[in-house]
């Protein structure tokens, strides 16, 4: 079997042999390589101590990143690369790092330390693959299993867990029945890791190709972290307009829009404010009118939570609060909203109302699309004539109302807002005379 390495990753194993040491690439690179796709990164694994790495590469910028668990990154061409002396693990308290490590000089018990069968395989040009786990098999066969005891694997750290429905999300892998149960059985064990390291774990799983399998089948570890979301299981809408509850239809919205981090968190909780907003009318029927700014709140305790970004928390939020909103193919309205929102909010809500669309019921399906797309037809043509809809458009500035005898910086604001709004309108022109003269009625005010 016959790896491509790159330039630098022959460098640093045919370096670490000239000098008397084993290396080898191990890992996402070596299981990435082999389902045919060129990998991010490469890490190697090597019969070096730190030290060692350290001297053999001496003439090389390199980085202590771990040298206490064995790992030393050398720099090339601006990028590092991870080595790490092949090493025994001891217990992991912290359910993240061992207590200590043993140095070892045999990669058999290094690969034996690994997560899954999948990553536990190794490659150089000298040895060819090394496989001792069927790593391959496992791939070929689309299969996330734990390399030994999956309890043991888990109880190491529970990271794992959810490294494993990530690698089930992206890959489109199955989960081994004995790692399926371990993971269902530790999922309380995912309440002791960091926040920051489930946020990163989660944010990859959900942009997945396969999301949708993962977040229906393992619903309950989902609800380990994610407690919040607990509320929409089983909560049916007693709508015409759906045929699923709430997180099965969460689940579909999800699938149903491209996998990039902001659009994907917001499907995942644009409706989780359902199941407390539900009002009942006299003919039975169930209504939700203040979802969206309850699910918005709620989804900003949970983000805090995760440590994202804040304008991250606050894009996904203003999106959720806007997400039911009945757009028109209307000029006006919708130059209101571009205004309010901006040309890129306003697409990504088409985005998101579309994928919101084909998650619900058949009944009027085709008519909400229909409409929606016509929504669409209208923004482009808007942005794409050109036609004034804020402040940078809008053909005076601050500067014209200061030279026409305003002076308060509040009042300048208030008439370039009102200037605009008659702009939208088709009140007034966007032209300089036309807006100037009627900004000069106002001018006592200044």
Not at 293 to 300: E, H, R, Y
Not at 433 to 441: D, H, K, R, T, W
Request: hydrophobic share 40%; aromatic share 8%; charged share 30%.
């Amino acid at each position: 079997m016959k790896i491509e390495l790159t330039e630098n990753a022959k460098f640093i194993i045919d370096r670490l042999q000239s000098c008397g040491y084993e290396c080898y690439a191990v890992g996402g690179c070596v299981r990435d390589s082999l389902r045919g796709i060129t990998p991010h990164d490469w890490d190697f694994t090597t019969s070096a101590l730190p030290d060692e790495i350290e001297s053999a590469f001496s003439d090389c910028k390199t980085a202590d990143i771990g040298k206490r668990y064995g790992t030393i990154a050398v720099i090339l061409d601006g990028k590092p690369y991870e080595i790490t002396t092949y090493r025994v693990d001891g217990g992991y308290s912290d359910s993240r790092h061992p207590d200590e490590v043993s140095f070892s000089g045999r990669l058999s018990d290094d690969l034996a330390r690994r997560d899954f069968t999948v990553n536990a395989m190794a490659y150089n040009d000298r040895d060819g693959l090394v496989d001792l786990y069927c790593g391959r098999s496992d791939l070929g066969f689309g299969v996330i299993r734990c390399v030994g005891e999956p309890e043991q694997r888990f109880c190491e750290d529970a990271l794992r867990i959810l490294r494993a429905l990530r690698f089930a999300a992206t890959l489109g892998f199955s989960i081994e029945q004995k790692t399926a149960e371990a993971i269902l059985k530790l999922r309380a064990q995912l309440n002791g890791i960091a926040a920051e390291r489930i946020r990163d774990e989660l944010l990859r799983l959900l942009c997945g190709e396969k999301v949708d399998f993962v977040l229906r089948s393992y619903r309950a570890v989902i609800a380990v972290i994610l407690p919040e979301l607990k509320g929409t299981f089983d909560f049916e809408q007693h709508s015409i307009h759906h045929n699923r509850d709430v997180y099965r239809h969460t689940v579909a919205s999800v699938r149903n829009i491209e996998p990039d981090p902001l659009l994907r968190v917001t499907m995942l909780f644009h409706d989780i404010g359902k199941p407390l907003s539900q009002t009942v009318d006299e003919k039975g029927v169930c209504h939700y009118k203040n979802h969206p700014k309850i699910g918005a709140a709620m989804t900003a305790e949970i983000l805090r939570r995760l440590c994202l970004p804040n304008d991250f928390i606050d894009d996904v939020c203003e999106l959720i609060r806007f997400h039911d909103e009945r757009f028109r193919p209307d000029a006006v309205l919708l130059k209101k909203y571009l205004k309010l929102l901006g040309e890129e909010k306003m697409k990504m809500l088409y985005k998101i109302q579309r994928a919101d669309i084909l998650a619900q019921s058949s009944y009027m399906r085709e008519e909400k699309l229909r409409n929606l797309g016509a929504v669409y037809a209208e923004l482009e043509r808007i942005i794409e004539s050109g036609e004034c809809y804020c402040l940078r458009m809008l053909a005076v500035n601050g500067a014209d109302l200061l030279h026409l005898g305003y002076r308060s910086g509040a009042v300048i604001g208030e008439m370039l807002d009102t200037l605009l709004n008659k702009v939208i309108t088709g009140e007034l022109p966007n032209e300089k005379e036309a807006l100037l003269s009627f900004a000069q009625g106002g001018i006592d005010k200044a």
